[in-house]
């Protein structure tokens, strides 16, 4: 029997709310999840938000994240900004390799990798985002590119430094779309995931691994995605930016 695992429901505000209105939403939000405790609840600001939001949700259950990080822990790196300096702004989760980063970007496999590790090192969680275009699956690629996003990202990592971090399966074309994949869509790429987890890192790191969905998350599809065995969380754009609906997806037991 494999361990229980523990969901994980994360909120990437993106490029949305200035200092006040993340400490605004972060105060409104506090109150409604402060009685789970099943869930690890994390909201993932932009980076001059992190601060204000890291003091509107101290001694809290809600966690604070960053969007991105560069791999180096300080140098001459204009416009970037570290792992080290993200754990000292009150972070403990990092989002990485997302899909906005690599098509917009040019972040790589390899990139995504060193990232993961940096964050690692500076004691953060990193999120490790895969996930395929509308065309990889209309063209039955979905498991091969997901697979060597999963292989480039954690190749060469330890059991211990898989131990510290979380996947989150995206599928390019749900996200900010709408269109959430199925729930027997998701549960087929997770399965996959950790089907490849099990090979390269034995089977209890593999039934260890939190894998989560994101990709146009709502109150109203969260219940379902959160019913398939290898759905272990959540990461949600859209619906984060309101109290209510985030509040709504984490509380999706009911
Ligand atoms: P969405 O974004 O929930 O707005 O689709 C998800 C994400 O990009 O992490």
């Known amino acids: ?3 229980a695992r523990k969901p994980v429901i994360a909120g990437n505000w993106k490029m949305f709310k200035t200092a006040s209105e993340g400490a605004a939403l972060a105060r409104e939000l506090r109150p409604k999840v402060s009685m789970i405790h099943d869930v690890e609840i994390v909201v993932c600001p932009p980076f001059t938000t992190i601060p204000a939001v890291a003091q509107a949700l101290a001694g809290s259950n809600v966690g604070v994240g960053g969007q991105n990080l560069h791999w180096e822990q300080h140098g001459a790196f204009t416009g970037e900004v570290s792992g080290p300096m993200l754990a ?5 989760w990092v989002v990485v390799g997302h899909s906005e980063r690599r098509q917009l970007f040019g972040e790589t496999d390899e990139g995504v990798h060193r990232k993961a590790k940096a964050a690692l090192a500076a004691k953060l969680s ?21 697979g060597r996003q999963i292989g480039g990202a954690l190749g060469g990592l330890s059991d211990g430094e898989i131990a510290g971090l979380v996947v989150a399966y995206e599928p390019v074309w749900a996200i900010g779309t709408g269109k959430t994949a199925t ?7 997770h399965a996959a995931i950790r089907a490849q987890l099990a090979k390269s890192h034995g089977q209890k790191v593999s039934d260890g691994l939190r894998i ?9 599809n969260v219940k379902e995605l959160m019913a398939q065995p290898d759905v272990d969380g959540a990461l949600v754009g859209g619906a984060s930016l309101t109290a209510d609906s985030f509040a709504a997806i984490v509380r999706y037991r009911g």
Do not use: F, H, N, W
């Open 88 to 92: 000292d702004a009150g972070c403990r």
């Open 126 to 146: 990193p999120i490790v985002c895969v996930g395929e275009t509308l065309a990889e699956r209309e063209a039955g690629r979905t498991l091969e590119v997901v």
């Open 212 to 220: 989560l969905y994101g990709g146009s998350v709502k109150p109203e």
């Open 1 to 3: 029997m494999a361990p």
């Open 183 to 189: 729930s027997a869509q998701a549960e087929e790429v």
